[in-house]
Structure formats: structure tokens, C-alpha cells
């Protein structure tokens, strides 16, 4: 019998398990423990062979990076892999000429597939639990505290926190709600695809203009040229 129908027998048989309330008759039985033998035959057949990668070849594998072995797994961060590809990035940096490109990715951690401890991380203690006295200013801020509990307590039975919180309730809808409503004219400033030198000597450059106009100086054009062209 081929090993796809003995699959498929022992999966009719146990439908009909589930069906006839979890027990099998005597043919039933009899005919499941020999499906049940051949299949651990073909099992059996398979790892002797060497068809079937067990668990601890895996672990092999992912550990033992001297031995080779055909099973490609790759060691490192856990699960899926959410770095853009460059279609998708949205981050850009201006490269100069007025043109802009996708930023560069960031480079992986140095520590991926390493645990980190606690203490690495943590602030550990460095003395015994409870071995820190107070502070004459946390002493102070301690009672303070205390004080005020006990005030809110007498507030709390007297009924003069009801009145101040339905007072404060009331200023709030009495209040006039106002929103600032953006302007329809309003438009989001553009990239100019000039990278950070190139801003700075055009900036330069008008105030050379600026600084010589109120001078009353006058010079040819191109003492105020930049030197920054666009790219077409």
C-alpha cells in the first residue's frame, strides 16, 4: 500500500472514531493498528535513510556553524524582517543641485541574537533594601504630604470639594469654546532639494546684497552670485 493511502485510511478512521462516540469496533481496531504499523515502518525507513531532518540536526545547524549542512536557517533578530526597501522609503536627504534621494538604511545592531541582562540595562541596587533614611527635605516634603491628606479627608466630609469641583464644572460649560480654524490659503513649505552648504551660501549671498544696499555700494551682479546651480 502506497504511503498516501495509508494516510488517508487513518484519517477516515479517525473521523469515524469522533463519530461513533471515541470508541472502534473490533474490525476497526484491528484494521488501525495495522495501518498504525505500516506508517511507523515508512517512518522509521525515512530516518534510517537519512530523509527526514530531525530535531537535533536543526539545532545543529543553527548553533554549530563549523558543520555543514543543508538546512538554511538564518541566525539573528526574530521574526519577521521590517526594514523598508528603497520603492518604499519615505525618508529623503538633499544630495545638492536641488535634487533629493532616500536616505541611507540604518546599519544593524551589533548585539542581534544576544541577550541582554538586566544589568546592563537597570540600575541595580547598591545598597540593602530599606537602609536609606530621609533627607530633612524629604522629611518635610513627607509631612506636607500627610497634611494635605488630612485636610482633603475634612474637605471630603464636609462637602466643600463637591462645591468647588460643581463650581469648576460649571465655569467649564459656561465657557466659550473657541478653536483656531486653519486658512484655506495656507500651503505646506516644499523641499528646495538644496543640500545644507548650498542654503548657507545662498543665505550668505543675499546678505552681501542686503548689507551693501544700506552701504550704498554698488558692484556687478556676480560678486553676489552663490555659485549654486539646479540640476534639470
Known sequence: MRPPEVLKQLK???EEYRRQSFSYTKEQKAEY??????????VKFMQDNGMVHQFLTICEAIYDRDQPSDVELKVGKIGKERKKTAPEKRRTKAIGGGKTAPAKSYKPRKDIGKQRPAST????????RGS??????EAQRKA???RKKRSAAKDEASGKDKKIDLQKSATKLLSKKTTKAVSPKYKPTKATGYSRPER???I????RLVRDIAKKKEKPA?????GVRRNK
Open 12 to 14: 477516515q478512521l479517525r
Open 33 to 42: 493498528d495495522r495501518l498504525i504499523k505500516l506508517r511507523r515502518e515508512r
Open 121 to 128: 540595562r537597570v540600575q541595580q541596587p547598591q545598597k540593602e
Open 132 to 137: 536609606a533614611a530621609l533627607s530633612p527635605k
Open 144 to 146: 506636607y504630604l500627610e
Open 200 to 202: 548657507q551660501k545662498i
Open 204 to 207: 550668505r549671498a543675499g546678505e
Open 222 to 226: 556676480a560678486h553676489y552670485d552663490p
